[in-house]
C-alpha cells in the first residue's frame, strides 16, 4: 500500500498579526486625536450634566477664565481684540463649509462644542454666539461642555 498524500496545509500567521498590530495602533492614534482640541479647562457643574457623547467633526472652541480662546490649540487674546475675532470667524466659517446643508435650511449639519472655564463670564461666551449670529453661520446644535457633579 502507497503512501497516502499529505492533506496537511501550514498556514503563516506571521501577516495576520502584523495586521492586527497595525490597526491597533491606528485606532489608538484616531481616538487621541478627537480629545487634542479640548483644553484644560476647570468645567463648572451641572446637576443635571450628562456624559459627553463626542460627535464626529464637530467644532470645538475653548474659552479660558481670563477670556482668551483657543481654536484648533492655539490661543488668541480675548474676542475684544480684532485679530481674535478675525481668527473666530476665520475658523467657523472655513468649518461649516466642510459640513453639509440640513435640507430645506441654512444650518450647518456640524455641531459646536464652546467650554469655558467654571470662572469665565458668561459674555465672553455670548460673544462668540454673536459672532455666528454676526456670519450668518447657523448651528443647528451647540454643546455647552460642564462637568458633572460628584456626590
Known amino acids: 500500500m502507497a503512501n497516502a498524500p499529505n492533506?496537511?496545509?501550514?498556514?503563516?500567521?506571521?501577516?495576520?498579526?502584523?495586521?492586527?498590530?497595525?490597526?491597533?495602533?491606528?485606532?489608538?492614534?484616531?481616538?487621541d486625536m478627537t480629545q487634542q482640541d479640548l483644553a484644560e479647562l476647570k468645567l463648572p457643574v451641572a446637576e443635571q450634566a450628562v456624559d459627553d457623547e463626542?460627535?464626529?467633526?464637530?467644532?470645538?472652541?475653548?474659552?479660558l477664565k481670563d477670556g482668551e480662546v483657543i481654536i484648533k490649540r492655539v490661543k488668541y487674546d480675548t474676542l475684544d481684540q480684532p485679530e481674535a475675532v478675525a481668527a473666530l470667524r476665520a475658523y467657523l466659517a472655513s468649518e461649516v463649509a466642510k459640513g453639509e446643508k440640513d435640507e430645506g435650511t441654512t444650518f450647518s449639519s456640524r455641531a459646536l462644542l464652546v467650554r469655558a472655564d467654571k470662572e469665565t463670564k458668561f459674555k465672553e461666551v455670548q460673544k462668540v454666539m454673536r459672532i455666528c449670529g454676526e456670519m450668518g453661520i447657523q448651528v443647528y446644535k451647540v454643546h455647552l461642555a460642564a462637568a458633572q457633579n460628584e456626590q
Do not use: K, Y
Open 7 to 31: 492533506n496537511e496545509v501550514d498556514m503563516d500567521m506571521t501577516p495576520m498579526i502584523d495586521i492586527v498590530f497595525l490597526m491597533i495602533i491606528f485606532f489608538i492614534i484616531v481616538s
Open 54 to 63: 463626542a460627535e464626529q467633526g464637530r467644532m470645538i472652541i475653548n474659552i
